[in-house]
């Protein structure tokens, strides 16, 4: 029973040394954490956006889905779109992407930001040759996710093996249309 006792009060020793100094890591290193999502969000936003500079949006709106927005302006300052980030479900949830929409009303790019997607098959929503897809759609009606070739300007093709991921992005282009035609057009 003493060895028991003993083994114990060594145990949470060890486990709260560990505990403090994680603590003290993560104060230590969350400011630099922070710059780099940052920074990451910045590129996405160039990428889905040809702007000069972002500014954020405080916009008061109902849908949890809806991360943020920024406006994209050119080096005179004038709005050339929106970079819209939103949170969708996939096959997983968690689904995080990145619209941007010119003020033309045309998607200019996707990009898939965060996912928890199936490696091979939903993991494949980011690459190019499914988010370049998107591109130039007009945003007067919804995106529609068909299986086969698409017939209408509005129709993209599905992931093979996808679909409810293909959908999903979808959800987060739609949501992002949505958006940009009830407050930001």
């Known amino acids: 029973m003493r060895e028991t006792i003993k083994l114990g009060v060594i145990l949470l020793i060890i486990t709260s040394v560990a505990a403090v100094v994680l603590g003290f890591t993560n ?17 996405a936003r160039r ?31 004038e709005v050339v779109g929106y970079a819209i980030a939103t949170s969708t479900n996939g096959y997983s ?12 009303g045309k998607v200019t ?4 930001t965060k996912h928890q997607e199936t490696p091979g ?11 370049n ?7 007067d009606e919804e995106i529609v996710v068909v299986k086969t070739a698409p017939q ?7 992931l093979t093996g996808a679909t409810m991921t293909s959908n999903g992005v979808r959800d987060g282009v739609n949501l992002a249309i949505g958006l940009f035609n009830s407050e930001l057009k």
Do not use: C, H, W
Request: glycine residues 6%; aromatic residues 4%.
């Open 27 to 43: 104060d230590l290193t969350k400011g630099k954490i922070e710059e780099v999502e940052a920074a990451i969000s910045e590129e």
């Open 47 to 77: 990428e889905v956006l040809p702007a000069d500079k972002f500014e954020q949006l405080q916009l008061s709106v109902d849908d949890a889905r809806i991360l943020s927005v920024y406006k994209g302006l050119s080096s005179s300052g």
């Open 93 to 104: 949830p968690n689904l995080e992407m990145i619209t941007g929409i010119s003020i033309e």
């Open 109 to 112: 790019g996707i990009k898939v």
């Open 121 to 131: 098959l939903g993991a494949n929503a980011e690459n190019k040759e499914f988010t």
């Open 133 to 139: 897809k998107f591109i130039d759609k007009s945003i």
């Open 152 to 158: 209408n300007p509005n129709e993209v093709q599905a």
